[in-house]
């Protein structure tokens, strides 16, 4: 168990609603500890999720995020005589038909951002989508890295808890 | 040949590295051990120690269950 009376030199606990600790680590991945006064935990845990993020895109290249709702050309897909979108119209579907995405999801905006990217790139012709071990590894390396983030979250919004 | 004409850009396409996929787990791990033990440990002194063991403790223990995987093979 952790012992969360343990502090050190950079430790300023404040109180803050562990529903706002949890929505901001969501956000940015780290700030969830810096809103309870974790400073260290905030920079080390952020940086390493990021640098895992980052990493998974290098390795697999940016279509390792691939946004739900979108064909291999990153055109949205339209549900023919409704012309409604798919991700829209049958949400569950088609959340697992791209079921990486949900984890990958967890490290935040990044991924949406990282996945607007890999759309946009797509569509130009600039990326492509490789095939393969390294980009099972890029995918691999940006979902843990989310679910990392959303330890962080539950331990960030623990430590506000108590606080 | 297909190496010969395969350009690298990074963040678009992957780097050439196929044949060394299997150590890319060490990075991984290495996240994996820092993002959790930066959670357990009570002060950032003991981070870098606590990281290098659980790293060591997840790689030996995956190569273990490799090993076991490959001679239950071998024998099946």
């Known amino acids: 168990m952790t012992d969360y009376s343990a502090t050190d030199p ?45 990493l998974g895109v290098l390795i697999g290249g940016v279509r390792v995020v691939e946004l739900p709702g979108y064909d291999s050309s990153g055109n949205a897909i339209l549900i023919k005589g409704t012309n409604q979108w798919v991700l ?9 038909s791209e079921v990486w995405f949900v984890p990958q ?12 990217q890999s759309l946009s790139l797509t569509r130009s012709g600039v990326a492509t989508k490789m095939h393969g071990r390294l980009d099972d590894i890029g995918v691999l390396y940006v ?9 962080i979250i539950i331990d960030s919004a623990h430590r506000a808890s108590k606080n | 040949m297909l190496l010969a004409v395969y350009t690298f850009r990074p963040f678009l396409n992957s780097p050439p590295i196929w044949d060394y996929w299997l150590l890319l787990i060490v990075p991984l791990v290495v996240g994996v051990a820092v993002v959790y033990k930066t959670m357990k440990v009570a ?4 981070l870098p120690v606590q990281a290098i063991l ?3 403790y997840i790689l030996a223990a995956m190569a273990g269950i490799a090993a076991a ?8």
């Open chain 1, 10 to 54: 950079a430790h300023d606990q404040k109180s803050v609603s562990p529903l706002l600790v949890a929505l901001a680590g969501w956000v940015v991945p780290g700030l969830g500890y810096l809103l309870v006064g974790e400073r260290w935990r905030a920079l080390v845990a952020g940086l390493a999720i990021l640098v895992l993020i980052m």
């Open chain 1, 88 to 96: 829209t119209a049958r949400p569950f579907p088609t959340l697992m």
């Open chain 1, 105 to 116: 999801i967890l490290n935040g905006p990044v991924t949406l951002i990282i996945g607007q």
């Open chain 1, 143 to 151: 979902a843990i890295a989310g679910v990392l983030n959303l330890l």
């Open chain 2, 43 to 46: 002060t950032f002194a003991e």
């Open chain 2, 54 to 56: 659980t790293c060591v």
């Open chain 2, 69 to 76: 995987v490959s001679i239950v093979n071998a024998l099946v």
